[in-house]
């Protein structure tokens, strides 16, 4: 059995022991001495990297306290709902966690839909709607009301992502009506009268892969 043995200046040594059949295997170690609390791990082929060990690295949150409206026909930014972070590496994820109160117009076209934007990419987009596909959404009509404009919801919506970059990342929310540009939503309160306020919140968390 082949054995290196590495002695100490002093005394003590560290040795390293190959298995009793082993193959031909080279490992490359990698440059540097990593940070603390990182681990060797291999890509398979031999080469060795630091890495860390699936960890929160960072942390970025945004707390919206005011109202928002809007009938805008298009997906429209919901100002205060946006978090900016920069990963440290590519290859790590980032998990979002949003919490958002919402509310429609008018129960005829109520529904809310909301998209999770990455820059000017969006995100968790569903495919099986044949007008509008969106993030996530809400829609007030209950019970055949005439007028639900009263109703609000309390959204809870988290996904994670793959940004692949190492850059400046700015995480959004943007919404609109169904029914736009006929009717609206708000965010924060009832779509009529303001005797209730609410806060929503966007949270990023970067997770080393």
Known sequence: MSKLRLTGSTSGFTELT???????????????????????QTNGSGALSFAGAGKILQVVSATKTDSFSSSAAAFTDITGMSATLTPSSSS??????????????????????INLVRDSTNLAQGT??????????????????????????????????????ATSTTYKLQGRNQGSPTYGFMVNR???????????????????A
Do not use: R
């Not at 998990?95 to 529904?111: A, M």
């Not at 055949?144 to 692949?164: E, K, R, V």
């Not at 009832?190 to 080393?208: H, R």
């Open 18 to 40: 190959a298995p009793a059949v082993a193959g031909s295997n080279t490992l490359t170690l990698p440059t540097g001495n990593g940070t603390a609390g990182q681990f060797l």
């Open 92 to 113: 790590n994820k980032v998990l979002i966690i949003v919490s958002l109160i919402v509310s429609g117009d008018t129960w005829e076209s109520g529904g809310v839909l």
């Open 128 to 165: 099986s709607g044949s007008t509008h596909n969106s993030s996530f959404g809400y829609n007030s009509w209950s019970n055949g009301q005439s007028n639900t404009q009263g109703n609000y919801a309390s959204i809870a919506f988290n996904f994670l992502d793959s940004p692949g970059v």
């Open 190 to 208: 009832m779509f009529v009268g303001d005797a209730l306020g609410f806060s929503s919140t966007i949270t990023l968390l970067e997770v080393a």
